[in-house]
């Protein structure tokens, strides 16, 4: 079989070459139209909400802050996920939306319903904040800062040193 695609392919040399001159051409011609982004697309749009609960354990965050921030979030139009974590006194909550999403819209939307949301918020807790407009692969890396068991500094004094000395140099 193969012996003879070879021959004919030899007799018709010029059809070939025709065929292949014309697969080239379309091959360029494709590549001139394809749409080319250099961060294309690969996830949702996607709205993230952080809000400080200084002094809150783990589980108060959870039922003051996040709980509250999620309900009033619930029900945005073209939500598909709300996805959340509370740690010692701080909320995350991301909002991901239908692809095709504007993110623009879906900042504002969101916008409002914290609002609504700020109101039931306990004393003390600061006011929920959109973090900035950004691509999914803005989040490139995440740093934790610890203390050694039996160190005289207190986890304040090293949230200190982190907001004051190490963010500004980053």
């Given amino acids: 079989m193969l012996n003879s695609i070879l021959k004919w392919s030899i007799a018709q040399r010029w059809l070939v070459v025709i065929g292949a001159i014309i697969v080239t051409v379309w091959g360029f011609v494709t590549i001139a139209r394809m749409p080319l982004d250099v961060f294309p697309n690969f996830a949702p749009p996607q709205v993230e909400i952080q809000t400080e609960a200084p002094g ?19 029900g945005t139009p073209g939500l598909t996920t709300v996805r959340s974590s509370s740690a010692v006194g701080i909320s995350v909550v991301k909002v991901i939306f239908n692809w095709g999403t504007d993110i623009y819209r879906a900042r504002q939307l969101v916008t409002e319903r914290l609002q609504q949301a700020t109101a ?7 006011t929920p904040q959109i973090s900035p407009l950004s691509s999914p692969i803005g989040t490139v890396l995440a740093y934790a800062f610890t203390l050694e068991t039996g160190a005289n500094t207190s986890l304040m004094d090293v949230r200190r040193l ?8 980053l």
């Fill in 162 to 169: 982190v907001d004051r000395d190490i963010t500004n140099r």
């Fill in 56 to 74: 809150l354990a783990p589980e108060e965050v959870e039922s003051l802050v996040t709980l509250p921030i999620e309900s009033a979030i619930n």
């Fill in 120 to 126: 039931r918020l306990p004393e003390g807790v600061e």
